[in-house]
Every structure is written in C-alpha cells, then in structure tokens.
C-alpha cells in the first residue's frame, strides 16, 4: 500500500476530520453543560416565578388537561402553554426530578441559542466573531441567570434567535422553505409568552430587509401568507383553550395579558427610561464595552451587514420594551444575543490593527479589574464575617444558620477562598498584560468570567438553596399534619409554591382572621400556611393556633401553624 493510501486509512486521521467540524458544537455543548446544568440536580425551585410554573406543568398531568392550564385548581391565564408542556415532556426523562424539568429546559434553551449566536457570528462576520459572541453571550449575568432558572424568558429567547436567524437566511437564499420556517418560528414564540414572539423578530426582519431594499426588500417578506402560519400555529392551540375556558379566559389571556400589560400595566410598571438603570447590571461584566460597540455599529451600518443586523436588533428591541407600560428586568434577554454580537465586534476591533482598537483598552481593563477586585473579596469572605452578621438576619431556621456559618470556617472557607484567588489571578493576569498582549488579556479576562460562573453554579447556588427553597417548610408540615391533612394559604402569594412540593392540585385561599377561624373550625387539624408577620397575627387573636416551623424563604420568613400543635 502506497504512504498517502496508508494515511488516507489512518483511523486518528479519519476521526480527526470527522470531529473538526464539530468542535465548536462540542466545546459550547460541554461549556453550557458545565455552566448550567447542575441547577437541575443541585436546588428545588427558587419562589416565586419556578414553583408555580413547575406547579403549572404539574397540574397538566395530574388533571390530564394539556390545553387549558391551571394552577392551584384554577384556570391559568397568565401564559401560554408550551413552556409547560416542555417541562413535562423534561420532567418525564430518567433521572431528572419532575419540578426541575423547566429549568432543563432553559438550560438545553441556553445551549442552543449559544450555537445559534456562534453560527450567526461566523455567518455575517467571521468564525473569531461568532466564537466571541458565544462567550460573551456564555457570560452575561442575566443570561446565565435563566439558563439555570426555570422560568420562561429563555426559551423565548432562543425561539426568536431561531426565527430571527431563519429570516436572515431565508432572505439570502430565497428559500421558501425557510421563510416557512420562519413564520413557524414565530407562531411557537405566540404561544410561548404571547404576540412579543411575533413583534421581536418580525419588526428586526422588516427593519433590516427595509434599510437593504426598500419598499422592494418588505414584499419579499412574503407577509400576507406568513401572518397566515403564524396565527394558525397559535389558533391551533388557542381556539380549543377558548372554547373550555369562556370568554373570561378569552379577555385574560388575548387582553389583559397582552394589550393591558402594553399600554396600562396593572403590575411591574415603570417609567420608559427603566431599561437605561438596569441593563447595565444585566449584562455585566461586558456592559462597559457596549457603548463603544454601538458607536462602532452605528458608524459601519452602511457598508457592514454584520453590524447592521446586531444593531438593528439590539435597538429595536430595547425601545420595543421601553415603550410598554409594564416591565421586568427578564423582557430584555431577548436582545441578548444581538448585544453579544455588538459586544463582540467591539472585541474583534480591539484585537485587530484597526482604528478602533484603542477604544478596547480601557474597557477590557475595566472588566479585568472589577474581575480581580471580585475575586480578592471573595477570597477574602470567610474573614470579614462570622456569627454575630448571620446571627441577626432574622427568620432563619438552625439549618440555614449552619450552613452560611460553614463558609466562614474551616475547611467551608476554602469553597470561598480558593475560587476567589483563582477569579482574582485570572482577572490580575490580564490586567497586566492588556499594554502586551491584547489577546493574552482578553483571554484571561473571559477565563476569569468563566471561573466566576462555574463557581457561582457549583458552589453558590447549593448554599443558597437552603435560604431559596420552600421544601424543607413543606416536608416539616406533611411530617407533622400527615398527607392527608387540609392546608390553608393566608394570601395568594403562596398558590403555586407550597402546592408542588405537597403534590397537591387545590390548596384554599383565604385572608381575615374571621375566615381562617371558619376553616379551622370546619377542619379540625389544619395546617396554616403564611408569612411569620401575618401568623403571628393570626395567633394574636386565635390563641389556640401555633406556630410548629418557620424558615426563611427567599427573603420572607414563612411559617406553618396548626390549631393545637
């Protein structure tokens, strides 16, 4: 056999070839592996958004009702169904507790729209790009938030980074197929959190094929036929979901959710410029490059698709939600990846021999410094607190005490102390080399987000669940009540949460020390669920109830009482 048939035949050298092309697959897969999935097996769901969409998901099954979704025995109409039905179909997969399928969800959510931003990187500007995108997007604080959360936003995020890199495609290929695909898209966006799925990455398409073509680029959008998909994937669930829920349901889910939210927000309204205060929190560290990255953008727009396309997204969206009366911090996440991509432009400058380079300086140095300051005082944690600091905040049960105590001693210390010189060297490393070895630095910059995250994931977010979850209070009232016992909420808040971990479809809803008398007096041995404040209320005029568990939940101590205990 000749050399070059003998290495044509080279096991290594044929598995070489056939891995290339998937490394950058591989890598961002084990990345987001790494980064995001120990939240599904290492807490229960934080209040107050995880629990009731878990419950939600939950309730589906046990009532066998997939269409019309309720939560605490009542019809649901504040979201759409398939972030839940998702959930379920997660929550079935071997190993995988059933609470903590939705946020598998977000965390496979996470993976693919970290793919799609590389792909999308490397397809409008080049493979440096992409990659950059993907770390920076791997790194954001509230993306890496709600790719561990099991809470909506996410999936939505990635189904409008789909639609939207579908239409730019579907716009260079003409092909009907993907502008199919498209609109599909964006049909599964509605009935993920409503008609947002539809304006996000139809008015980015419009804007974009506006500014190439003209009049003649928004006819080539095939509208007329496309808007047809779109609402017959929502019709397809909605118009059974309306026919059993009635018109109540009707005017919730298609008005109050949707036109109410936009124009008079009966909750979470803010003023327009509210966006302006809180994403610079939410994209950090990477925030102190955005400013000179849309400067940047905005300059090249004409001559650059790249940064036409990321800009145009990231500015539509931003003013989209700015302008609605009701907002959360979350609505942004969407334009995540368009920020990412600016973001990484920027990088890509600094990095190059380009006129734009200098710019990169002093804000890489930035995140490098905050970085090292981040990781000396991480480090330097388990000294600077004690049990006198965790001894006053009030409402925490011997066993969360114990635990924020084991990080301030030995050996728990080291869980602070040794990531925290790790971040801090990482971050230092760069700092010093940023006049040397722009690349060197920025890498050792990103390593240092990286250390950051793995650590918050693995570390942190365990520790924290003591203080975050609601199963220890619940798994205290079915010892003490037994399984069978009634249970009563004192204010709406708790529906969803308490419901879950007890596996229980309705638990009854009552304020008022009159009705709660009532209840008890109708059910001799029930258990009362709610906030130490209204407890002890209630024991102030019912003297017979007590208190028998109280614990922190997140930042509200909670307690369950019982006639007699």
């Known amino acids: 056999m000749s050399e070059s048939g003998r290495h044509a035949l080279d096991p290594r050298e044929l598995a070489r070839r056939a891995v290339a092309p998937h490394r950058p697959v591989l890598a961002l897969a084990l990345l987001a592996m790494a980064l995001y999935l120990p939240s599904v097996w290492l807490r229960d769901p934080w209040n107050p958004d995880e629990p009731r969409y878990a419950e939600v998901a939950r309730e ?74 993907a770390l920076v997007l791997a790194t954001s604080s509230m993306f890496i938030l709600h790719a561990t959360s099991g809470v909506i936003d996410g999936t939505l995020t990635l189904i409008v980074t789909a639609a939207i890199a579908s239409g730019l495609r579907a716009r260079e290929e003409g092909s009907p197929v993907l502008w199919a ?31 190439e073509e003209g009049a003649r680029g928004l006819r080539a959008l095939h509208p007329a036929w496309g808007i047809l998909i779109v609402a017959g994937v929502a019709a397809l669930w909605l118009a059974p979901a309306i026919s059993r829920g009635g018109r109540e349901y009707a005017e919730v889910i298609l008005f109050k959710q949707n036109v109410g939210r936009a124009y008079e927000s009966w909750h979470h309204k803010e003023p327009a410029q509210f966006f302006l205060k809180v994403f610079p929190v939410s994209f950090a560290p990477w925030i102190v490059l ?50 990412s991509l600016l973001t990484a432009l920027e990088m890509r400058a600094f990095l190059s021999d380009s006129a734009r380079r200098w710019r990169g300086l002093i804000p890489v140095g930035l995140a490098a410094a905050a970085l090292l300051a981040g990781g000396l005082a991480l480090a330097a944690a388990p000294f600077g607190y004690g049990a ?61 987000c990286l250390a950051a995250v793995a650590w918050s994931q693995w570390v ?44 229980r479809d309705a638990i009854p809803v009552v304020s008022g020390r009159r009705r709660v008398q009532a209840f008890l007096d109708g059910h001799p041995g029930a258990v009362v669920i709610g906030s130490a404040a209204d407890v002890e209320r209630l024991r102030s005029r019912i003297p017979a109830l007590k208190a028998f568990h109280c614990r922190m939940i997140g930042d509200v101590p909670v307690c369950a009482a019982r006639a007699g205990a």
């Open 290 to 339: 955005v400013p000179s990255a849309v400067y940047g953008a905005w300059k090249a727009r004409g001559s650059q698709k790249g940064e036409r396309v990321a800009l145009t997204w990231f500015a539509f969206t931003f003013l989209f939600f700015s302008m609605i009366s009701g907002k959360k911090t979350r609505y942004l996440l969407p334009l995540f990846p368009a920020a």
């Open 460 to 503: 942190a977010v365990p520790v924290l669940d003591s203080v975050k979850s609601a199963r220890p209070l619940a798994d205290a009232i079915a010892t003490v009540a037994g399984g069978d016992a009634p249970v009563l909420l004192y204010r709406e808040s708790f529906a969803g949460v308490f419901n879950l971990h007890l596996r």
């Open 60 to 133: 589906m099954v046990s009532r066998g009702d997939y269409v019309l979704p309720h939560l605490n025995g009542e019809v649901y109409g504040e979201k759409p169904p398939l972030f839940f039905w998702l959930g379920i179909l997660a929550g079935g997969l071997p190993g995988v507790p059933f609470e903590s399928g939705t946020r598998l969800v977000s965390a496979l959510a996470a993976l693919l729209t970290l793919l799609l931003t590389y792909n999308m990187g490397r397809r409008l500007i080049d493979e440096q790009a992409g990659w950059l995108a």
């Open 181 to 211: 695909l498209f609109y599909l898209l964006m049909g599964l966006a509605v009935i993920t959190k409503g008609p947002v799925g539809f304006v996000i990455p139809a008015g980015v398409l419009l804007l974009t094929a506006f500014q």
């Open 388 to 448: 006198g600091l965790v001894g006053r905040l009030e409402g925490l049960a011997p066993d969360q005490r114990e635990s924020l105590l084991a990080l301030a001693a030995f050996p728990g210390g080291l869980a602070l102390t040794v990531p925290g010189l790790v971040i801090a060297a990482l971050g230092g490393w760069g700092l010093a080399l940023l006049a040397r070895d722009r690349g060197a630095a920025l890498g050792f910059t990103l390593s240092a």
